[in-house]
């Protein structure tokens, strides 16, 4: 590949992997501070919570950002937190449910407001409505092209 066709597109790339960085670690930096908990187990409780209480792992497993044997190990951690529970589908032996705890409800509950504080302060209190549609726009045509790849 020319040298000149990267300088189009690699400033835009270095940006995105620099400021994943750093906000990924200020958000997982802030969430264990705030609550306790790790982005990971927040990311779970916040899915069960919005979901009314009980997902499917195979729902579960789409929505978080983990392997399915790194949600199974994180789900076995949380279980004995007393954050989850784990079901049986009465309907399908092979299937299982994750239900969120009253524990678990209120610890997301609580982490969720200063979160979001942080999100407001990092993106709604920083980027216009127009630029929020840009990158959600752009965010979303990448994320399209990484599931056809």
Known sequence: M?????????????????????LWDRVETEMR????????????????????????LTDLAGAVFLSPSGLSKLLDRMEA????????DPDDARSAFASITARGRTLVREARQSHHDFLQGTFGDVLSARDLADLTRIMGRLDAQAHRS
């Open 2 to 22: 020319p040298l000149e066709e990267t300088g189009r597109w690699m400033p835009a790339w270095l940006a995105l992997v620099r400021t994943h960085s750093r």
């Open 81 to 88: 937190s007393g954050l989850i529970e784990r079901q049986p």
């Open 33 to 56: 501070r705030d609550s306790g908990l790790t982005m990971a187990r927040y990311d779970v409780l916040m899915h069960l919570d919005l979901a009314g209480g009980r997902l499917g």
